[in-house]
């Protein structure tokens, strides 16, 4: 651990405003903003289906991540050590190990390149993947390790997420039992790890919120399979960025409109956030809007007249 101190000092060594920002800017790629965006260009642009697993292995993957900090417990570097400086105090809250923002980075990138299975895709998402985890050293948030160890995680995910989904999801019916399973085999962390105390909330939160995303898919894809059906396929390109331009505004108006409503340290609020902004952005407008220009394919006929 001393060597892995000794070694983020020597890269902060060299630190001023420019690498810090680049360093925040790549570090980025690796947050829930960015999952957001990718899912729901995913989703909504390029292949419903693809969608799907690509939400749930990530998803899987963050709330795994929270349990292991649980188990883990590990302190900060720069909690460790005075001299290692916190660049980033907003994404280095809670535990240590594995690094969040490596194992979402991995689960994310890796998703892709492992689901279109093309070289360059593989290359540039081991870039990117490396770029996050230099970053979270860089900026004091990880040891080394951390990051390793998150790398890791996230690339099991990539793999087991797909290969659950295909094996148990095969009719919306088999997908709300096999989400409900899931949240089922996770319930007992949510009793254990339950915040005593105020000064708690920050080691839980990502934990509580992950898991909340997880209640909120299964109902989700059940509306979308069994009553929306709407399709990435018939539907103009224009539509489709459209359609998903809106589901990012309504997830982040409901991200940023609900934290102005109530504290952000509350862990049963802050999870009510999370399932709904997921719930509402790709469950219900869809639903609303699903006769509509938005979500409606076009017919053979309309196509042929063209």
Known sequence: MQFELEFIKALQSISNGFLNFIASAISFLGEQYMLI?????????????FGEVFCFTTLLSNVMNGVLKLLFNRTRPFVKDPDVKNLKESTATGSSFPSGHSQGASAMYFSVAYHYK???FWIIASIIVFLVMFSRIYLGAHYPTDTIAGCAFGLVFCFLGPWLYSKFSKTPE?????FSAICLIILPFVFIYLPKDRAEVLLRRDFYTGYA???????????ENKITRFDT?????????????IAIVIV??????????????????DMIR?????????????????????FRAKKKEEKATE
Do not use: H, S
């Open 233 to 245: 396929e018939g539907v103009p390109l224009l539509m489709r960025i459209l359609r998903c331009v």
């Open 213 to 223: 995303c997880i209640l909120a898919v299964g109902p989700t894809v059940y509306i």
């Open 118 to 120: 093309k070289k360059l």
């Open 274 to 294: 999370y399932f709904a902004l997921l719930f509402v952005g790709i469950g219900i407008y869809p639903l609303i809007f699903r006769n509509t220009a938005l």
């Open 37 to 49: 965006i990718m899912a729901a260009i995913i989703y909504f642009i390029i292949d419903k289906e």
């Open 174 to 178: 088999q997908k709300l039992i096999f």
């Open 252 to 269: 982040l108006a409901i991200y940023f409109g609900l934290v102005t409503l109530w504290p952000n340290k509350i862990i049963i609020l």
